[in-house]
């Protein structure tokens, strides 16, 4: 026993270490004697030339001296894929898609006992938490109605994100037109890209716009492929898939997002606009699918979307009473201040206020706005006051009455050309304007009308265009090399002051009857300038007739005198009787 024992107590273990670790074997190790190759003896006469080189570095090397240096960081890109969910947790042999055995289930599943007495015993722990949320509102808000001071702030907008063409580097398009999506929980904004330099398209340009989502800038959410480039697109207000976009080619088509890339539908060439279409809106029908378009071929046109075929109307861009027709770059339609009414900026400078249902065609262009040097971009009303519009066009921003033939305030003259702007959605003292340095200047009527509140150096290349999202807090800025800026405005620029909303009414008003009366004086002054004139081409006529008078008079005075005859007194002979008669 005690011999198995002691071989159970054995305990043996084996150490491992490679060969490689115990270092070169020293085989070839063997004493020889020291070798003296140089013997330098110190000498006390060159000791004083010696100086010490402080600081002494020195380095051997028999490769050059290199560095390296390397960063390593990891990208996501991520996308946003649907899924398609189907039903589960029923039986076999119940087919979920059949209305008929859904029913027939569930009458048999409510007969079940063990489902009424589960139903009714969940009823009294139900009803208990039904009671309390009746009785406490845990989602009430208590400071809804708080007006929080923000003029002591200093206002700013700081930058979220960029939005960039995904073109070829040498094919950059510009971003000529935004619109936001009307569903504000998604914050997409839909971008048309194009490139209008006439006669400067280059080969394999590609006409694709893009949707973009703000939580995923790197890449677009969505691809719309036209036909030609878009100059603008529109989001439909009562439906944030469908959009409508105007093409270079004069074409107007709409998309689907949920039916693909590709337009859905699009106008033939033959019954389209002969220019490119510089805008388009989304009017207030029963159907929801009737828009229009304008161009600079001098021609807005009525589309129902449900058919393209051709247009429902058409009008003629002209003046009343003249036969120019006046290209239009920008349309401005609002529902509240009529459902048939809308206004034109056209490139001569001009804005026409519209109104389809008129009685004769002729009067469908009610009346013309001048002032404005250069082509007007952008036309907008006052979201709070209608009745007033922004129009944004050469080097001013002007707001107009609509019952008045002037402007009744208008910007300072900018030394950079304005593109566009628009007004604030949320604050009615507030709007926007875009320059081609690249700066967006933000005005703040309620505080100061001479000078923007805040001016942002958005890019050093031209902006080409502008939104702003129904918020008010989120604007984003378009340029000519294709990036589009998205910024945040402060809690200043984009809540409403306490008593903004009366003030900035008896601004406008205050203004529009200082224009009134300037009007009036204006007719005033022309009327006896008039009367002045007329006064005096009848003096002229008196004196004509006095003159007229006093001649017939002398003539019958003469006539009594008998004949005279006028003779030549050197003709007459030396007779002087004959002189003396």
């Not at 935004?178 to 490139?195: F, G, M, N, Q, T």
């Not at 009737?290 to 071929?297: I, M, P």
């Not at 005005?443 to 958005?458: E, G």
């Not at 017939?552 to 003469?558: D, S």
């Amino acid at each position: 026993h005690s011999s198995v024992a002691e071989r159970a107590m054995e305990i043996n273990f084996i150490y491992v270490k490679t060969r490689r670790e115990f270092g070169r074997s020293a085989t070839h190790f063997q004493d020889e004697p020291a070798l003296v190759n140089v013997d330098v003896r110190s000498d006390d006469a060159v000791a004083g030339d010696y100086i010490e080189r402080n600081p002494c570095n020195t380095v051997v090397q028999v490769v050059h001296d290199m560095s390296e240096h390397e960063a390593n960081t990891q990208q996501i890109t991520s996308q946003t894929k649907g899924l398609s969910h189907v039903e589960g947790g029923w039986p076999k042999d119940v087919d979920f898609t059949e209305v008929e055995h859904v029913i027939r289930y569930r009458k048999k599943v409510e007969k079940d006992e063990n489902y009424i007495k589960t139903i009714s015993s969940l009823g009294a722990s139900v009803e208990e938490l039904i009671k309390q949320n009746n009785a406490i509102d845990i989602y009430e808000d208590y400071f809804s109605g708080a007006i929080v001071d923000h003029s002591s702030e200093q206002p700013y907008a700081k930058t979220l994100t960029v939005f960039h063409d995904p073109a070829p580097a040498g094919m950059k398009r510009s971003a000529s037109y935004i619109s936001w999506s009307p569903d504000a929980s998604a914050r997409k904004c839909a971008i048309a890209y194009s490139l209008l330099n006439f006669q400067q398209q280059p080969e394999g340009m590609p006409v694709s716009s893009y949707i973009w989502d703000v939580a995923n800038p790197n890449t677009p959410d969505f691809e719309m492929t036209p036909a030609s480039q878009l100059c603008c697109v529109n989001y439909n207000p009562k439906d944030p898939n469908i959009l409508s976009g105007g093409q270079y080619n004069g074409q107007v088509a709409y998309w689907d997002t949920r039916k693909g890339h590709l337009p859905v539908d699009a106008s033939p060439i033959e019954k389209s606009h002969r220019d490119p279409v510089y805008d388009m809106a989304w009017l207030q029908s029963k159907t929801g699918t009737e828009c229009a378009s304008v161009s600079t071929d001098g021609s807005v046109f009525w589309w129902d979307t449900r058919r393209l075929g051709e247009p429902i109307e058409t009008l003629t861009l002209t003046e009343k009473g003249q036969s120019t027709v006046l290209g239009a770059v920008s349309m401005e339609y609002e529902a509240v201040a009529g459902p048939t009414k809308f206004m034109i900026g056209t490139e001569q400078g001009i804005v026409l206020n519209c109104n389809r249902k008129a009685k004769t065609p002729a009067d469908r262009i009610t009346g013309s706005y001048s002032g404005h040097h250069g082509p007007v971009y952008s036309l907008e009303r006052n979201p709070f006051y209608p009745k007033y519009f922004l129009s944004i066009g050469d080097w001013t921003a002007r707001v107009w009455m609509e019952d008045l033939k002037t402007p009744i305030m208008t910007t300072k003259y900018h030394s950079s050309y304005l593109t566009g702007g628009t007004w604030s959605p949320t604050r009615p003292g507030v709007f926007f304007t875009t320059k081609t340095d690249g700066s967006l200047d933000v005005w703040d009527y309620f505080y100061k009308q001479n000078d923007p509140t805040l001016t942002v150096q958005v890019t050093d290349t031209a902006l080409s265009s502008f939104n702003i999202q129904d918020g008010g807090k989120l604007v984003t800025c378009g340029a000519v090399d294709g990036s589009a800026t998205l910024l945040e405005l402060c809690e200043g620029l984009a809540v409403m002051q306490q008593n903004e909303k009366q003030s900035i009414n008896q601004m406008f008003e205050r203004e529009t009857k200082r224009e009134k009366n300037l009007e009036t004086r204006a007719k005033e002054l022309k009327l006896a300038a008039k009367k002045a004139q007329s006064k005096e081409t009848t003096a002229e006529v008196d004196y004509s007739a006095v003159i007229s008078q006093v001649e017939t008079e002398f003539a019958e005075l003469t006539k009594d005198a008998g004949d005279y005859t006028d003779t030549n007194p050197l003709e007459m002979g030396d007779d002087p009787d004959d002189v003396a008669e």
